[in-house]
C-alpha cells in the first residue's frame, strides 16, 4: 500500500477575495483554456496549473500509474494570506477546509485532508482547527513561518497546544522564503531558500523546547527535512561552543530530536536517502510526492522502489509511517 502525505489541490471555482473583502493581492484563478488556469495573485502572474490541480477523479487515474491509491491533499502555500485581515483569513481558510473536505466525503477511500488555519490569530485558528476536527481531517498544514514570525514564538503556542489536545498532525511546509527578495533568479527561493525554511521551523522547535512541552504533538517536515539532517553536524557545533547564544531556552543537546518528528520522502536523491535512513528511521519518513507540481517527485516514490532495501523498510516509508504520523487506520482506505 503506497500513501502519498504531501500533495496539493486547489478549489477549481475560487472567490474573488481581494474584490469582497476591498484590499490585497488574494489569489484567483484566470480559467484562461480548457484543462488550464493562471494563478493570480492580484494582477500578478504567480503560476499556471492543469486540472489535475483541481479534479480529484483525475488526480485519482493518474496515480493508479504509481500504483498508489491514498493523497493526503492540503491547500498551496500561497493560499495561506497569514498577512489577510484576522476574520478574512478566517474565511479563506473555511472555503478551502471545504472545498478540500468535499473532495474527501466523495472520493473517502483516496483522500485525506489538511486543514488550513489563520494562524495570525490564535483565537480564529483554534476555533477552525476545532472545526476541521469535527468535520474528520486528522491534521492542519502550516507555514514555516508566520508573517516572519519563526513557529517558536509564544502567540503559536496555545495552537500546539490545541493540536496536541485534539489529536492532530501538523506538516510544517515551506513558504515566504527568508531573502525571496534578493535572490530572485536561478529560481533560488525554491532551491535555496525552501529547504533553508523548514530548517529554520526544526531548528525553533528545537531551541525553544516545544517538542519537551508538547511530547505528544506529531510534527512532520515536508521536503525530507529541508536542510536539517544535512546539516546537523554544524547546528550541534554551534549549540557547543555557543551555548550562550543557541541553549537559551533549551539545554537539550538539538541531536537528541532526531526520531521525534517525521519527514517526507523527497529527497529526489538515493544517496541522501541512504545517508538519512540510519539518522532518522524509516519509521519516521513517510511518503511524499509534492505532486502536482514539478519540482516534486512526480513518479511517487519510484526511485525508492528500485532501492536495495528491505520490504519492511519501504513499507514504513509507502505507508506505516504516514499512517503513525497521522494516528489513522490503514483498514479505512483498503
Same mark, same amino acid.
Given at each position: ?120 490569530? +490564535?483565537?480564529? #485558528? ?9 468535520? $474528520?481531517?486528522?491534521? @492542519?498544514?502550516? %507555514? &514555516? ?121 523527497? +529527497?529526489?536523491? #538515493? ?9 532518522? $528511521?524509516?519509521?519516521? @519518513?513517510?511518503? %511524499? &510526492? ?45
Amino acid at each position: 500500500m503506497k500513501i502519498d502525505m504531501h500533495t496539493h489541490i486547489f478549489p477549481e471555482k475560487l472567490p474573488d477575495f481581494t474584490r469582497k473583502f476591498g484590499y490585497g493581492d488574494f489569489i484567483h484563478l484566470d480559467h484562461h483554456r480548457p484543462g488550464y488556469a493562471r494563478m493570480m495573485a492580484g494582477n500578478r502572474f504567480f503560476r499556471e496549473i492543469n486540472e489535475n490541480c483541481w479534479d480529484p477523479e483525475i488526480r485519482i487515474k493518474e496515480y493508479e500509474k504509481f500504483n498508489t491509491t491514498v493523497q493526503v491533499v492540503c491547500t498551496i502555500p500561497v493560499m495561506f494570506s497569514y498577512w489577510a485581515k484576522p476574520n478574512d483569513g478566517l474565511a479563506v481558510s473555511e472555503f478551502l477546509n471545504d472545498d478540500i473536505a468535499g473532495a474527501v466525503e466523495k472520493y473517502p477511500k483516496n483522500y485525506i485532508a489538511l486543514g488550513t488555519l489563520p494562524m495570525q490569530d +490564535t483565537e480564529l #485558528a483554534i476555533k477552525e482547527l476545532e472545526r476541521i476536527k469535527k468535520l $474528520g481531517f486528522p491534521g @492542519i498544514q502550516i %507555514g &514555516s513561518n508566520i508573517n516572519n514570525h519563526n513557529l517558536s514564538e509564544p502567540q503559536f503556542l496555545p495552537v500546539f497546544e490545541a493540536c496536541q489536545e485534539l489529536d492532530m498532525a501538523v506538516l510544517v511546509h515551506p513558504w515566504e522564503m527568508m531573502g525571496e527578495e534578493y535572490m530572485q533568479t536561478y529560481w533560488l527561493p525554491w532551491l535555496v531558500g525552501m529547504p533553508a525554511e523548514t530548517t529554520r521551523a526544526i531548528c525553533s522547535f528545537i531551541f525553544s523546547g516545544l517538542f519537551d512541552k508538547l511530547p505528544e504533538l506529531r510534527v512532520c517536515f515536508a521536503h525530507a527535512g529541508g536542510s536539517f539532517l544535512a546539516t546537523i553536524g554544524r547546528i550541534e557545533h554551534g549549540f557547543n561552543c555557543r551555548p550562550d547564544l543557541v541553549a537559551v531556552d533549551n539545554p537539550t543537546n538539538p541531536r537528541e530530536y532526531i526520531g521525534k518528528f517525521w519527514i517526507d520522502s523527497i +529527497t529526489h536523491d #538515493a544517496d541522501y536517502l541512504k545517508y538519512i535512513l540510519p539518522m532518522i $528511521g524509516s519509521e519516521k @519518513i513517510c511518503l %511524499g &510526492s509534492d505532486y502536482p507540481f514539478p519540482l516534486g517527485d512526480l513518479e511517487i516514490g519510484k526511485f525508492i522502489e528500485d532501492m536495495d532495501l528491505s520490504d519492511s523498510v519501504k513499507e514504513d516509508i509507502f505507508a506505516l509511517s504516514t499512517a503513525k504520523w497521522l494516528n489513522i487506520d490503514l483498514k479505512d482506505y483498503q
